[in-house]
């Protein structure tokens, strides 16, 4: 892609560029059908509503008279559509890195599009194409504000209180976002001050990220219907047919105080460097793997000494029981094994963090995660031999809820005291066994 305001690019070492090189061609060959897939997507999702309109045609007259505003939703749908293909040619504008192929150009829109499935595109392809458009409403519109205070805040909170403002140069604190998607989280945390860079593999995230931006220039703009593919669970005609604008905040317009990029590529085969990053932010990342301990490895490699790794999300492992892929599923406890293992200190550990994914807010099904939330440190020797940053209180197989912070602030207050005043604790110990010795034999029966 080329150079803009917040550039996104490839990120290039001397090997990677090699590798570059020789995959250009299968790169060409993806990025083409990404493209495709969007412009495709108007006659495809036509397919699904001519099913609905065909069989409301061959039904009874009595049974079309009551279904008479249905059919008029139905037209509805169909605007939507049309109208969400029309914000595609938008976000394709003056960005179609390979002309499509063995298709003519549409004059009254002014870009290409397909009246049949183009070569080598998959109904999943399509799906990725349609999900891009919730997804958009989630980073970039006010609907997406609450799934945005559910999964970002907690990630940007304790980076903050962990790099604080006061104490440290913002701009020098180095932020690795892998698995970026449409840069929201990169953007918020690059706003604050801090040197940030986003990680994204998928071509339907960099194309539509791209868009938001370096190509929208205000506020609000354009407006899509991203629930009008959801035929089932709508209260209300109005719920599938939902208008969203966005951008909610216009990154041209606002640009960040610290610096903001986005690199495209794998994040195991782009991200090699030792001791390159202050923190690393992972959001409903860490299950995109197939094999969850190299993203730790390269997480804890890639982190300075002192350096922090914050996540937030489920264990849905992307990879479990698809067809030719290998994966593993390691549980929560399994993964705190495996991140001691490697080397990380564990800070802070929660369950239980309520998260909602692109969901339709009027829907009649909403899902939610039970997302697990950590904070994890790269341990610096240098400093914990001065003594300026203690080990983790929370061992590796404690699961903390909400709701027993005050038992964990307890506990800790308790160890805090026994290292202060280790011959009252040792003497209050003794008190406490002589009394429930005591105890046990008066239970004792005579």
Same mark, same amino acid.
């Given at each position: ?32 059908? /990404?493209?495709?897939? #969007? ?22 007259? !009595? ?67 349609? =999900? ?15 799934? *945005? ?12 209180? &962990?790099?604080?403002?006061?104490? &440290? ?14 840069? *929201? ?15 994204? #593999?998928?071509?339907?995230? @960099? ?28 209260? +209300? ?7 969203v604008r966005f951008p909610d ?17 794998? $994040?195991?085969?782009? &991200? ?11 959001? $409903? ?9 190299? $993203?730790? +490895?390269?997480?804890?490699?890639? @982190? ?22 290998? =994966?593993?599923?390691?549980? $929560? ?7 001691? =293992?490697?080397?990380?200190v564990i800070e802070k550990s ?38 300026? +940053?203690?080990?983790? +209180? ?5 699961? /903390? ?7 964990v602030e307890q506990q800790q ?28 034999? !008066?239970?004792?029966?005579?």
């Open positions: 892609m080329d150079c803009a305001a917040f550039p996104m690019h490839p990120k290039m070492d001397e090997q990677l560029a090699r590798t570059f090189a020789a995959n250009e061609e299968e790169e060409e060959r993806h990025i083409q059908k /990404v493209q495709n897939a #969007f412009l495709y997507y108007g006659p495809y999702a036509c397919q699904r509503l001519k099913r609905s309109v065909d069989y409301l045609n061959s039904l009874s007259a !009595e049974d079309q008279i009551m279904l008479a505003k249905y059919r008029g939703h139905l037209e509805c749908v169909r605007t939507c559509i049309d109208r969400n293909q029309a914000v595609i040619r938008e976000i394709l504008r003056e960005r179609v890195l390979y002309p499509p192929e063995e298709t003519g150009e549409n004059p009254s829109a002014g870009r290409w599009e397909f009246d049949e499935p183009p070569p080598n595109v998959r109904h999943g392809d399509m799906d990725q194409a349609q =999900s891009t458009l919730k997804l958009i409403a989630r980073d970039w519109s006010t609907d997406g504000a609450l799934e *945005r205070e559910q999964s970002y805040k907690p990630i940007i909170d304790s980076i903050v209180e &962990y790099y604080k403002p006061g104490d &440290y140069e913002l701009k020098e604190i180095k932020i690795l976002v892998p698995g970026a998607g449409l840069g *929201r989280l990169t953007y918020e945390l690059a706003c604050l001050g801090y040197s940030c860079e986003g990680n994204e #593999f998928s071509y339907f995230m @960099l194309i539509a990220s791209n868009f938001v931006l370096n190509l929208c220039d205000y506020e609000n703009k354009y407006v899509l219907y991203p629930w009008v593919h959801q035929y089932v669970n709508n209260l +209300r005609r109005e719920d599938q047919v939902t208008a905040v216009c990154p041209l317009k606002n640009p960040p105080k610290g610096h903001f990029e986005i690199a495209a590529g794998d $994040f195991l085969e782009v &991200y090699k460097t030792p001791n390159a990053y202050n923190c690393v932010a992972t959001c $409903f990342f860490i299950d995109c793997a197939n094999n969850v301990i190299d $993203f730790i +490895r390269t997480i804890y490699k890639i @982190l300075v000494p002192g350096g922090i790794w914050v996540n937030l999300g489920p264990l849905l492992y992307h990879y479990s029981d698809v067809s030719g892929q290998n =994966s593993i599923e390691p549980t $929560f406890e399994d993964l705190c094994i495996i991140m001691e =293992s490697v080397g990380f929660r369950t239980g963090i309520r998260t909602k994914y692109a969901q339709n807010p009027s829907s009649m099904k909403q899902s939610e995660y039970q997302s697990l939330f950590w904070v994890c440190r790269k341990p610096d020797p240098f400093e914990e031999q001065r003594g300026k +940053r203690k080990a983790s +209180r929370e061992p590796h197989d404690l699961i /903390v809820r909400e709701d027993s912070e005050e038992e207050q308790q160890q805090e005291r026994a290292e202060k005043h280790p011959e009252q604790e040792q003497q209050q110990l003794k008190l406490q066994a002589t009394s429930n010795d005591e105890t046990e034999m !008066e239970a004792q029966p005579t």
